[in-house]
């Protein structure tokens, strides 16, 4: 079958669709930069969404847990083992996601007869300032997004992951919107929440391609918030320890929600 | 960075930090003692133990102390005075070492990667038994050496157990990493003979036990039985009156760990020892 060209098109992109399907009821993720480093955002009912990879590096994923627990194993033992032959400086997201990650998911989605990755990552990296924080998203097929540091469009300090590629373009836009660089944690985590709540509407309303308005986000939020629980990690830029990750509970994070 | 394989097993719990730097090629075998090769006198007196130094920790009532003298000695050469001999493994473990320092800081840095790699991988902290196990592992894969003349470790490890009932926990091994708890204080290295002698009349028939003094009377303690070490162990350097260089005293609590500032030290040692 693949000895013909237009049929390994074909096969690659019936596996895309198939992928697809499976991520599409992925709950988002929201990872925004505040003044004191990075909020990672997610609401759900069951299972760990948000990561440690290494000290200053947290991961977001959705899909397969199977394959995310792959995915992070590889993670964190290239990151661990780099931290130790040289130094925690060395560990660098940029060649984790370019290098490691992206090339070995890249030949998992293609090579027809073997299974492919059914995942979808969000990583941040805390730098030593806002303007060094990285954040990159890197799909099934290899493919990576960043926040920036491109010549093609402006850096942003925030990132999401959704089931859709639709969900996660009107997270974006909203937070492109309403999120303003510089923000405290109080007001990034509301940035947050809000933008998980654009994201999630648009996975039940399928074909949304417009915001909803304030007061809609506003009551689906309180409405969501009544029946799940918040996962959330910090990544902080001065936490007196090399390592910068923590997870914050769910009642820390009410705690710090403005009503 | 490498890649990572593409076809792998199962990951995850078999394996720990050690076993994971070894099949990547970064870390030495263990060695293996071959028990045919019994010791002869001929080869038994090149094994000569080189814990050149002097590390005592106990528990007083605000955690657990740990001190260490500052003197590096190479045979009778001091080579270096400044010797950072209390380590921190994570944040409410230490590891003090009394032995040959490249494979001690090796160890130290092995170990504070393996219980940052097992909270990571397995999303939760490593137990406490679990700790003072994979320091007690490290020292085993290190005896070999440590026969040879290389590389003999003796260390103390202390940490606070924040499980059922909450309380700072210390241990002491010997070079073939057996692991003592002990109940209220430990000493390693060539001067601890002193050290032990000292702790254990403070601890019997001084104004109170160890475990009720205060920070002040604890610090006390450990800077005159250094200083005591010192006298007689050449060594220990106790404490630097000239040089002004004082041991390296840190506290382990159920807030973490506390490194004493060089003011505070000084500030005890001018008012109760010197």
Redesign the interface.
């Known amino acids: 079958m693949i000895e013909e060209p237009y049929r390994w098109v074909e096969a690659i992109a019936n596996r895309r669709e198939y992928i697809e399907t499976q991520l599409a009821s992925g709950s988002p993720i929201a990872a925004v930069g505040y003044t004191g480093g990075i909020l990672f955002l997610t609401l759900g009912r069951a299972g760990q969404k948000i990561f440690e990879i290494y000290d200053r590096i947290g991961m977001g994923a959705i899909g397969h847990p199977g394959d995310i627990e792959r995915l992070r194993m590889a993670a964190i033992e290239l990151a661990s083992t780099e931290g130790f032959t040289r130094s925690a400086a060395d560990v660098s997201l940029r060649r984790l996601a370019h290098y490691s990650l992206s090339p070995a998911l890249k030949g998992a989605f293609e090579q027809i007869y073997g299974a492919p990755y059914l995942a979808r990552m969000l990583f941040a990296e805390v730098g030593a300032t806002p303007a060094e924080d990285l954040f990159f998203r890197v799909d099934y097929d290899g493919a990576i997004a960043t926040n920036g540091a491109t010549f093609a469009q402006a850096r942003q300090d925030f990132a999401v992951l959704s089931g859709t590629r639709q969900s996660a373009e009107l997270m974006e836009a909203f937070l492109k919107a309403e999120h303003k660089a510089g923000a405290g944690l109080e007001t990034a985590l509301g940035s947050a929440l809000d933008a998980w709540s654009v994201g999630h509407m648009a996975l039940q309303r399928d074909g949304a391609k417009e915001l909803p308005n304030r007061a809609t986000v506003s009551k689906h939020r309180q409405e969501q918030l009544a029946g799940m629980g918040i996962e959330a990690a910090l990544l902080e830029r001065a936490s007196g320890t090399a390592i910068r990750y923590r997870a914050l509970s769910d009642e820390e994070a009410r705690a710090l929600i403005s009503k | 960075?490498?890649?990572?394989p593409?076809g792998?097993g199962f990951?995850?719990a078999g394996e720990d930090?050690p076993a994971?730097?070894r099949r990547?090629g970064?870390f030495g075998q263990a060695t293996v003692i071959d028990p045919a090769a019994r010791i002869t006198p001929s080869n038994q007196q090149t094994w000569t133990p080189t814990e050149a130094t002097t590390i005592l920790a106990f528990k007083f009532s605000g955690g657990v102390l740990v001190a260490g003298d500052r003197r590096a000695t190479s045979g009778n050469t001091v080579v270096y005075d400044r010797a950072d001999k209390v380590l921190e493994i994570d944040?409410h473990s230490i590891m003090a070492i009394a032995g040959v320092p490249a494979t001690a800081w090796e160890m130290a840095?092995?170990l504070e990667?393996s219980f940052?790699?097992f909270?990571?991988?397995q999303?939760q902290e490593m137990s406490v038994d679990g700790k003072v196990r994979a320091l007690s592992k490290l020292l085993r894969d290190n005896f070999g050496l440590a026969l040879q003349g290389l590389g003999m470790v003796v260390p103390i490890f202390a940490t606070y157990d924040s499980g059922v009932k909450p309380e700072g926990r210390l241990y002491f091994y010997d070079a073939m990493g057996a692991q003592f708890e002990v109940a209220e204080y430990a000493a390693t290295g060539s001067g601890s003979p002193a050290v032990r002698g000292i702790l254990y009349y403070e601890n019997h028939w001084g104004a109170q036990p160890l475990q009720k003094r205060s920070e002040e009377e604890a610090i006390t303690v450990a800077l005159r039985a250094l200083d005591t070490a010192a006298e007689s162990d050449t060594a220990t350097s106790g404490v630097d009156r000239i040089g002004k260089i004082y041991p390296l005293i840190k506290i382990v609590s159920g807030a973490g760990i506390k490194t004493l500032p060089e003011e505070r030290i000084a500030a005890v040692f001018e008012k109760t020892v010197a």
Request: charged letters at 25%; proline letters at 0%.
């Open positions: 960075m490498e890649s990572f593409l792998q990951a995850g930090f994971l730097l990547k970064l944040r840095r092995v990667h940052q790699y909270r990571r991988t999303l």
